[in-house]
């Protein structure tokens, strides 16, 4: 089973960037598609990137797409999610995730059994 624990998260400013990363240990990272999701206060917990076990495929929904990029190093068993032009909107805690195959519904939670505890990202305005 891998674990995952997420790290970078912080306070920036409108308009500014952040990366975080993803760490994963117990199993290869190569052997799973991963994703990121956020959970503002008071809001349902909401996909913004994932990729799949090569990196050849990513998908974004549109809230993001043009704004956050996610990579993987699988040699180094990490995911990369370059977050550039924050909006205040965009605060939340930052969740990293694991499946074994591509969700067949990549924003539903159900598709992805791996967890981390969360990174959280504040933007000012």
């Known amino acids: 089973q891998v674990q995952l624990v997420e790290s970078g998260g912080g306070l920036v400013q409108a308009g500014g960037s952040l990366r975080l990363s993803c760490a994963a240990s117990g199993r290869s990272l190569s052997s799973y598609t991963m994703g990121w999701f956020r959970q503002a206060p008071g809001k349902e917990r909401e996909f913004v990137a994932g990729i799949n076990w090569s990196g050849g495929y990513t998908y974004y929904p549109d809230s993001v797409k043009g704004r956050f990029t996610i990579s993987r190093h699988n040699a180094k068993n990490t995911v990369y999610l370059q977050m550039d032009s924050l909006k205040p909107e965009d605060t939340a805690v930052y969740y990293c995730?694991?499946?074994?195959?591509?969700?067949?519904?990549?924003?539903?939670?159900?598709?992805?059994?791996?967890w981390g505890q969360g990174t959280q990202v504040t933007v000012s305005s």
């Open positions: 995730a694991a499946a074994t195959a591509d969700p067949v519904a990549w924003s539903h939670l159900s598709g992805w059994p791996y």
